[in-house]
């Protein structure tokens, strides 16, 4: 039998290298969902309000982040691309940079139409609270907690599955409530008022068949 030669072995490693590079990416894909980077220009999102940018910023995973800085709105709200999701997991990482009136940060998710539930930290208050949003905003629910310190990062996470809505701050559960008005959407992210604040590693997982 004649022994491979040196240019076929390299052709081999090559071949075998670029497979196990696509299944890695697959693995990563049905782990993880859809993990946006914000190293690049962000395409395909839809900014509803506010001044959103990607910008250098100390700590980030890959030294970039998005940053949102308008400061007269009372909301502000940016759609990501994918979707519209029924079951959905959504994570990311936020800085709340600055703010007097408000330092807050927040998951959109089950965007349709300009409606909208959102979960939010607030560097200025202590709490951790659920809203929806149709034509203005309104509490559903919430829980007291340790305001995230300004200038540092943080985790934020949901799950919304059927009408069961899920809020994590730090890895802490502390929304677990039914709310059925809103069912399918898009997902993005969220600030309020004069908030300055960088997001990081964010991540949408669609949840069974999403």
Same mark, same amino acid.
Do not use: C
């Given at each position: 039998?004649?022994a491979?030669?040196r240019?076929?072995?390299?052709?081999a490693?090559a071949?075998?290298?670029a497979s196990?590079?696509?299944?890695?990416?697959?693995?990563?894909?049905a782990g993880?969902?859809?993990q946006?980077d914000?190293?690049?220009?962000?395409?395909?999102?839809e900014?509803?309000t506010?001044?959103?940018?990607? $910008?250098?910023? !100390?700590g980030?995973? #890959?030294?970039?982040?998005?940053?949102q800085r308008a400061?007269n709105?009372?909301?502000?709200?940016?759609?990501a !691309?994918?979707g519209p999701y029924t079951?959905? $997991?959504?994570?990311?990482?936020?800085?709340?940079v600055s703010?007097s $009136?408000?330092?807050?940060a927040g998951?959109v998710?089950?965007f349709?139409e300009?409606?909208y539930?959102v979960v939010?930290?607030?560097a200025l208050?202590?709490?951790?609270?659920l809203?929806?949003?149709?034509q203005?905003r309104r #509490?559903?629910t919430?829980?007291?907690?340790k305001?995230?310190a300004?200038? #540092?990062w943080?985790?934020l996470?949901?799950t919304?599955e059927?009408?069961?809505i899920?809020?994590?701050?730090?890895d802490?559960?502390?929304?677990?409530?039914?709310d059925?008005?809103?069912?399918?959407?898009?997902?993005g992210?969220?600030?309020?008022a004069?908030s300055?604040?960088?997001f990081?590693?964010l991540v949408?997982?669609?949840?069974g068949?999403?």
């Amino acid at each position: 039998m004649t022994a491979p030669s040196r240019r076929q072995l390299i052709t081999a490693a090559a071949a075998l290298g670029a497979s196990l590079a696509i299944e890695e990416r697959r693995s990563l894909a049905a782990g993880s969902g859809v993990q946006f980077d914000f190293t690049h220009p962000f395409t395909g999102w839809e900014t509803v309000t506010g001044k959103w940018g990607i $910008e250098d910023v !100390p700590g980030a995973s #890959q030294g970039k982040a998005l940053v949102q800085r308008a400061t007269n709105n009372s909301f502000n709200v940016i759609v990501a !691309p994918g979707g519209p999701y029924t079951d959905v $997991e959504v994570s990311v990482r936020f800085k709340p940079v600055s703010g007097s $009136e408000d330092a807050s940060a927040g998951i959109v998710f089950r965007f349709s139409e300009g409606r909208y539930y959102v979960v939010r930290a607030n560097a200025l208050e202590d709490n951790f609270n659920l809203y929806y949003y149709d034509q203005g905003r309104r #509490q559903i629910t919430g829980a007291r907690v340790k305001a995230p310190a300004l200038g #540092q990062w943080h985790k934020l996470r949901i799950t919304a599955e059927g009408d069961r809505i899920k809020g994590w701050l730090n890895d802490q559960l502390l929304i677990d409530h039914h709310d059925g008005r809103f069912t399918s959407g898009r997902v993005g992210l969220w600030t309020k008022a004069d908030s300055i604040t960088a997001f990081d590693d964010l991540v949408v997982s669609p949840m069974g068949g999403g």
